[in-house]
């Protein structure tokens, strides 16, 4: 088994990522940057432990999969990082997953959608989340583990 350096009762951080994400480092690299998804969730795992948390990691190419993460991360993870992909602009069933779930959701994508086309100014999950972190590529990951952290804080 892979070493994730997690420890044991440590509150549970879910990383999400959605279609297409699987695809990173060589997937337009001009707007996503060479790192790939495995680099991303080491940076996201490092931040995660530095905040008292264990990460856990899920890809999923389908809607149905990521729905059925949520939920079962329903009274299990103290908080979610989503980077849903394109999901993102039109999943009313991850927006409404997402509402379900109780702890703290951050939505994080690594380029600023709101300086692109039109269709990805919209998120369908923007309403059902604490806070958003958009356009900082690989240094998201970073932020967004640290304003889940920051947000469960605040609830102690
Ligand atoms: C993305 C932005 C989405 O619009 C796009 O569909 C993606 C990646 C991002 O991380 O910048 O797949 O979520």
């Not at 080491?42 to 899920?58: D, I, M, Q, V, Y």
């Not at 999943?91 to 994080?108: M, Y």
Request: proline share 3%; glycine share 10%; with cysteine.
């Amino acid at each position: 088994m892979r070493d994730t350096g997690a420890v044991a009762d440590r509150p549970i951080l879910l990383l999400l990522s959605g279609p297409n994400l699987n695809l990173l480092g060589t997937r337009e690299p001009s707007v996503y940057g060479t790192a790939t998804l495995e680099d991303h969730v080491s940076t996201a795992r490092t931040a995660a432990a530095a905040h008292g948390l264990n990460l856990e990691h899920f890809q999923s190419n389908t809607e149905g999969a990521l729905v059925e993460a949520v939920q079962a991360a329903r009274g299990r993870c103290a908080a979610i990082v989503v980077n849903a992909g394109a999901l993102t602009h039109y999943s009313w069933a991850l927006h409404d997953a997402l509402a379900a779930f109780e702890g703290v959701k951050v939505e994080l994508h690594l380029s600023n959608t709101q300086a692109r086309e039109p269709w990805r100014h919209q998120s369908v999950i923007a309403p059902v989340v604490h806070g958003s972190v958009q356009g900082f590529g690989g240094h998201g990951y970073v932020l967004a583990v640290e304003g889940a952290a920051h947000a469960l804080a605040a609830r102690q």
